[in-house]
């Protein structure tokens, strides 16, 4: 494949547009006029490695940067009855998906929210919903569970060592309880110490730590602190986010008097300071033994084989996803799906009461087709967010085309902009250190123009 470059400057770039975790998002779903029944949607899709993705929206408290479909607290009852609807749409699905051939999942999560909010036996009773209902074999299949400081108690991980979590992610994001309090997610450091002393007596064998970069008043010497903080519990992954200030979030409210100003000269100190951590934070994780997965994932090269390959063979860019729950989305090959989505958090309860007493679950609410260039687009910008890059070999046999034929003027942009590694062996498109570092630019850019412009026009709430 040729990839034209430039010699000429590069033009400025904001490095930090958006973290692309799924493509197309959310905000490019709408709802679906006919509602198609899901029976229809699966019934020529490959059901024999699904991954399972049960989403459970109520947290503690509401850190400030959070955009996630989740709410605070759960008055009345309210776990009770969203597990009793979760229940009753792990039913309509299954049966959704039909019994002509094997219908199998490879992989399962529970995420969040925070899943640990949960009690430990509302806990049991998810895996009973995971298990009975779905058929999922939790015990033989990569199970990862996302929990907070507060709600990593040891009879919860009990509960999930019991029932085969094999990875446990928890969200600390800062060691040092000032930038905690400034992210707005008031913890003390003592907790997380004994919150993460509680999970490795639970012996789970992966643990995740999520840590924050860019947020006010942190500095390079504070950011190594929470770095060689996390470094002692040897996780076997850590996730490195920079902070984003979104609309409709709590440190979005706040400003300035929180959160790093938006205006174009505060914005780019932030990029900058942003940058600078961002490599602080992988060059310290690279010379402690972990290698590079994404601009985000870092991972222990000695760590265990469960942490080393992921759901055997599960592959994200093709195979399909069930998600059971009302942030949840579900894809096919040619519609992703899910229920309403709000960041609001009046609407966000308004949502997850219109779950709790749906009754019909065997249709799709909100959602968008995925077309033959969607496909390539999710393809393409799945694989080069990753560090081990694209095998152009496996689009090829994929699509019948090059990555390169495709996607010429995107692929030119980028290696002008020395975002592609030039060094890649032949059949490899793969981002250089600066494209991997500029992931939450280089995505977007990918982004079509009906999926840019359906965020575009999405009416936040
Ligand atoms: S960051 Fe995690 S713990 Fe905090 S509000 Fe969002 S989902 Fe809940």
Redesign the pocket.
């Known amino acids: 494949m040729t990839i034209t470059t430039s010699t000429s400057a590069p033009p400025a770039v904001r490095p930090y547009e958006s973290y692309v975790y799924a493509y197309p998002h959310k905000t490019a779903y709408r709802p679906l006029a006919d509602r198609p029944a899901l029976r229809d949607l699966w019934a020529a899709e490959p059901k024999d490695a699904l991954s399972l993705y049960l989403h459970i929206p109520f ?1 503690e ?3 400030g ?2 955009n ?1 479909f ?1 709410r605070i607290g759960a008055p009345e009852e309210l776990t009770t009855r969203y597990l009793d609807a979760l229940d009753r749409q792990a039913v309509a699905v299954r049966e959704a998906l039909g019994d002509e051939g094997p219908v199998r999942f490879a992989a399962a999560a529970f995420g ?3 899943p640990t909010f949960l009690t430990a036996g509302e806990l049991e009773r998810l895996c009973d919903t995971a298990e009975k209902r779905m058929g999922a074999e939790l015990r033989s299949v990569p199970l990862s569970v ?1 929990t ?1 400081p507060s709600t990593a108690t040891a009879d919860r991980l009990a509960v999930l060592a019991d029932r085969g979590a094999t990875r446990v992610s928890i ?1 600390v994001q800062s060691f040092v309880d000032a930038e905690a309090r400034a992210a707005v ?1 008031p913890q003390r450091r003592a907790d997380v110490e004994a919150a993460l002393g509680r999970i490795r007596e639970a012996a789970i064998p992966v643990l995740n730590i999520d840590l924050i970069y860019g947020i006010d008043g942190q500095t390079e010497r504070s950011w190594l602190t929470s770095l060689d903080a996390a470094l002692a519990w040897r996780p076997e992954e850590l996730y490195l986010y920079p902070l984003y200030v979104r609309p409709l979030t709590g440190l979005h409210r706040l400003g300035t008097a929180v959160g790093p100003d938006a205006e174009a000269l505060e914005q780019t100190a932030w990029d900058e300071q942003r940058l600078r951590l961002y490599a602080v934070g992988r060059d310290h994780l690279l010379a402690h033994g972990y290698e590079q997965v994404s601009m985000r994932m870092f991972r222990r090269a000695d760590a265990p084989r469960e942490a080393q390959d992921g759901p055997e063979d599960y592959a994200c860019q093709t195979d399909g996803m069930i998600g059971l729950g009302c942030g949840a989305r579900s894809y096919t090959a040619g519609l992703h799906y899910s229920f309403d989505y709000a960041v609001d958090m009046r609407e966000i309860r308004s949502i997850i009461d219109r779950f709790t007493t749906t009754d019909d679950f065997s249709r799709a609410e909100v959602g968008r087709f995925v077309d033959a260039d969607e496909a390539r687009r999710r393809h393409l910008l799945q694989s080069l967010l990753q560090a081990a890059g694209l095998p152009v070999a496996d689009y090829r046999a994929r699509f019948g085309t090059d990555p390169g034929a495709d996607f010429p003027a995107e692929l030119a942009k980028f290696a002008a902009r020395g975002w592609l590694d030039r060094a890649a062996p032949d059949g490899l498109l793969r981002l250089s250190p600066l494209g991997l570092a500029h992931s939450d630019a280089l995505g977007p850019a990918l982004f079509s123009p009906g999926v840019r412009a359906a965020m575009a026009a999405y009416e936040r709430k």
């Open positions: 947290c408290v509401r850190c940067f959070c996630l989740t969040g929210g925070t996302e907070s969200g997610r």
